[in-house]
């Protein structure tokens, strides 16, 4: 038998009246052999509870896209452009485009409706630096996710305007070469 306190005080306890901010962070290099790391962190992090979305924009080869999810746990999706290639320069043809730009939108549908506590990026500085998304839209997606959801960019060349409103950007250099 369970004996249950009635404490009509507990319900005049205010409950907080905001959410803890999300922040943006940046993962930068020169190099492209980072991706590991920042994916090792989203594991970590889905494998506590926490919803966990990677998009990796330049990233094809598997016809990997946004309908066919990898979910490399409960609580981590994983999707691609549906592609047969990695991108690598601006000239794309136009089923390339479409699929891009299908991932985009798709992407802030999903982090509108509050799918996703925290959002990795990859690469979509390099897709706004092609000229492929452009940079109005991902401030504006910025500012209008919500409150408390964290988005983590990967990639080289972050424009400014992005720079500005992160809380952190990681700059990861080589100590010595090999």
Not at 78 to 96: A, F, G, N
Not at 108 to 116: A, F, I, N, S
Request: hydrophobic share 40%; proline share 7%.
């Amino acid at each position: 038998m369970v004996s249950q306190l009635d404490n009509p005080n507990l319900n005049l306890i205010p409950k907080p009246s905001h959410t803890v901010k999300g922040l943006i962070h940046i993962f930068t290099t020169a190099h492209r052999n980072f991706f590991t790391d920042v994916m090792a962190q989203a594991l970590r992090i889905a494998g506590q509870g926490t919803p966990v979305l990677v998009v990796q924009f330049l990233k094809g080869g598997i016809r990997q896209g946004y309908k066919n999810p990898t979910q490399l746990s409960q609580k981590l999706d994983w999707i691609r452009c549906d592609l047969p290639r990695c991108i690598d320069t601006p000239h794309l043809d136009d089923s390339e485009t479409a699929s891009l730009r299908d991932l985009w939108e798709y992407t802030q549908k999903v982090v509108t409706e509050d799918r996703y506590s925290l959002v990795v990026l990859d690469e979509l500085s390099l897709a706004i630096n092609f000229g492929l998304i452009p940079e109005i839209e991902v401030l504006e997606f910025l500012a209008k996710r919500p409150p408390h959801i964290d988005v983590i960019f990967t990639g080289s060349e972050t424009p400014k305007s992005i720079l500005d409103m992160a809380d952190q950007i990681t700059e990861i250099r080589r100590s010595h070469t090999p």
